[in-house]
């Protein structure tokens, strides 16, 4: 067994931080947010309003306070993240659905 693979077996079976898990919600909740915008047609300038208006309503949440969502993440987000998934996605469908001229 390579120490590669010794060390990502072990990585898997380590107990998460408390912060790692506040992290994964926080990038969970960035890419619905941009999921949102994008599936909405929404300004992309709104995505940082919105991230504010969050930030002011829900102060007691640390979730909420570390989200950072402006223009240029949500565009990256929309690019590389949720265009790859929805085009695989895409792919795949149209590989296993039968178009066919009768």
């Known amino acids: 067994m390579t120490s ?3 060390s ?3 990585k898997a079976f ?3 931080s408390e912060r790692d898990i506040l992290e994964e919600y926080v990038k969970k909740i960035e890419i619905q947010l941009a ?3 994008a599936e909405h047609n ?3 300038l709104t995505a940082e309003y ?3 208006v969050l930030k002011k309503g829900a102060k007691d949440s640390i979730i909420v306070q570390d989200i950072k969502l402006g223009p240029r993440k949500r565009n990256a987000i929309v690019q590389n993240i949720i265009a790859k998934v929805e085009t695989k ?3 795949d469908t149209l590989r296993t659905t039968c178009i066919c001229n009768r």
Request: hydrophobic letters at 35%.
């Open 4 to 6: 590669s693979s010794f």
């Open 8 to 10: 990502s077996i072990k």
């Open 14 to 16: 380590e107990k998460k």
């Open 35 to 37: 999921a949102h915008h």
């Open 42 to 44: 929404k300004a992309y």
């Open 50 to 52: 919105l991230t504010k």
């Open 89 to 91: 996605e895409l792919v």
